[in-house]
């Protein structure tokens, strides 16, 4: 289990039952924006919080 807090409402999660894509590249090799979003040092695997519906970010440093 790793928790992860949504920045929006605060509610702590599961990171790891959270729906996050696997893959969040296009076939083209470009990041695709609808799966991944820039945390500051790269792109990352987002999905909605399912409480407010805002984006949650999986910070690949923060998984085990």
């Not at 894509?21 to 990041?31: E, K, L, M, R, T």
């Amino acid at each position: 289990m790793y928790l992860i807090s949504c920045d929006s409402c605060g509610v702590v999660l599961d990171g790891n039952k959270l729906p996050f894509p696997s893959d969040i590249y296009n076939d083209d090799g470009s990041v695709n924006e609808h799966a991944a979003s820039w945390d500051g040092n790269g792109f990352v695997p987002k999905t909605k919080c399912p409480v407010c519906g805002e984006e949650v970010l999986k910070r690949i440093s923060q998984t085990r």
